[in-house]
């Protein structure tokens, strides 16, 4: 059990436009959700820490208002990334933490490309 | 501020030989090492996790030490197979929040 997916696993959009992945626990429910990113060749870096029901925690350096989070269920999170520009061309991975254990289950990534 | 080195970038062993990574941390004391293989274009997929006050753990041909006092974690894979290729990352954490994530190991394991 404890499988996480992401949709979609790539997605290639122009500068300026906006962009949504989402990240979902398929056979557990998660109280927490975090997403990473990751830059080729370099380890997964935190971004933020969603937690259901209320706003996400994002780590120093990341844009709020750039990367929206929204942790609508126990089930769903999402990571709008807004007004994309080349730099924010990397791979993006959410992970899941079920209630009551210290496991993170990751999601497969998603590819994002800024044109 | 925290860190977590894996000293060797990438690591190339014979079919069938021990293969050794190494994880190192500074400024941190974790309460869980974890370590995790991540295959390209794809998520990390998690191994094995050890308490700060476990010395070894290990599962079929994995095993991982945890040395407080050196600040290292040792994982080793036995009987290496090809399949095992895949970059290794190992990560700290005092609890379910914030995983600190090491720059990985890219192993590659020839026949």
């Known amino acids: 059990g404890a499988v996480v997916s992401q949709h979609p696993s790539w997605v290639i959009c122009k500068s300026g436009t906006s962009v949504k992945i989402e990240c979902r626990s398929l056979?557990?429910?998660?109280?927490?959700m975090f997403w990473y990113r990751q830059f080729p060749k370099q380890s997964l870096m935190l971004m933020a820490t969603?937690?259901?029901?209320?706003?996400?925690?994002?780590e120093q350096g990341v844009e709020k208002d750039k990367f929206l989070i929204n942790h609508a269920s126990l089930t769903l999170s999402t990571l709008t990334v807004t007004s994309a520009h080349p730099e924010d061309s990397s791979f993006y991975i959410c992970?899941?933490?079920?209630?009551?254990?210290?496991?993170?289950?990751f999601g497969p990534g998603t590819r994002l490309t800024v044109t | 501020s925290q860190k977590i080195e894996q000293n060797s970038e990438a690591l190339n062993i014979q079919e069938g030989k021990t293969a050794t990574l190494t994880c190192n941390y500074t400024?941190?004391?974790?309460?869980?090492l974890q370590w995790y293989r991540q295959d390209p274009g794809r998520g990390p997929v998690f191994l094995l996790l050890?308490?700060?006050?476990?010395k070894e753990k290990r599962k079929e041909r994995l095993k991982v030490t945890f040395d407080t006092t050196l600040k290292q974690s040792l994982f080793h894979i036995t009987a290496s197979q090809p399949a095992d290729s895949a970059t290794y990352l190992c990560?700290?954490?005092?609890?379910?929040?914030?995983?600190?994530f090491g720059s990985g190991t890219r192993l590659s394991i020839r026949p």
């Open positions: 992970s899941g933490v079920r209630g009551g254990s210290d496991e993170q289950y």
């Open positions: 056979d557990f429910q998660a109280t927490t």
């Open positions: 969603s937690n259901e029901g209320s706003k996400a925690t994002y």
């Open positions: 400024n941190y004391s974790p309460a869980y």
């Open positions: 050890i308490r700060e006050n476990e």
């Open positions: 990560a700290m954490t005092r609890s379910a929040s914030k995983i600190i």
